[in-house]
């Protein structure tokens, strides 16, 4: 199956943002996990395009919806008013990124993803995940910093 090339993106080839370094920026744009969370999406696009036809509504559709609904929950999730609100949606992308995780592992053993594709994945989404669990210990009560970075 042909794939159509999307650029490979990867966390540390981003644009500095307003707000480096703060957890609740002026806007979910300027969230550097939200950017990493876009970029995986783009990277997933790319790989299960070359997934077999008949994965079309099985495989590839949860591993797009899975990987969309990570950024997708970090916005909306910024856009609540309290804390605990954005937490909730902040839990709901971490389950998302692990749903994720798991269907890539699965692509892996089918062989419909590349060993280094399917490990450079994993990598992105466990850097990811590293920034998701800070972002949300930044919202418990009693942090210390409640802008630690994100």
Same mark, same amino acid.
């Given at each position: 199956?042909?794939?159509? /090339?999307?650029?490979?993106?990867?966390?540390?080839?981003?644009? =500095?943002?307003?707000?480096? #370094?703060?957890?609740?920026? =002026?806007?979910?744009?300027?969230?550097?996990?939200? $950017?990493?969370?876009? *970029?995986?999406?783009?990277? %997933?696009?790319?790989?299960?395009?070359?997934?077999?036809?008949?994965?079309?509504? #099985?495989?590839?559709?949860?591993?797009?919806?899975?990987? %969309?609904?990570?950024? &997708?929950?970090?916005?909306? #999730?910024?856009?609540?008013?309290?804390?605990? *609100?954005?937490? /909730?949606?902040?839990? $709901?992308?971490?389950?998302?990124?692990?749903?994720?995780?798991? !269907?890539?592992?699965?692509? !892996?053993?089918?062989?419909?993803?590349?060993?280094? &594709?399917?490990?450079?994945?994993?990598?992105?989404? =466990?850097?990811?995940?590293?920034?998701?669990?800070?972002?949300? !210990?930044?919202?418990?009560?009693?942090?210390?910093?409640? /802008?630690?970075?994100?």
């Amino acid at each position: 199956m042909r794939r159509t /090339h999307l650029p490979d993106v990867t966390m540390s080839a981003r644009l =500095e943002t307003k707000n480096e #370094g703060c957890p609740m920026a =002026e806007s979910y744009r300027d969230l550097r996990v939200w $950017q990493g969370a876009v *970029d995986l999406v783009l990277n %997933i696009y790319t790989e299960t395009q070359g997934f077999p036809k008949q994965e079309l509504y #099985g495989l590839v559709s949860q591993m797009r919806r899975a990987a %969309i609904s990570i950024p &997708s929950n970090f916005a909306e #999730g910024k856009g609540r008013l309290t804390d605990r *609100d954005r937490a /909730h949606f902040f839990y $709901q992308a971490r389950g998302s990124l692990l749903e994720l995780e798991t !269907q890539i592992l699965i692509a !892996q053993k089918l062989r419909y993803i590349a060993d280094p &594709s399917a490990n450079s994945l994993i990598k992105r989404s =466990e850097e990811l995940g590293r920034m998701l669990n800070a972002l949300i !210990q930044s919202l418990k009560p009693g942090e210390k910093s409640r /802008h630690s970075a994100a």
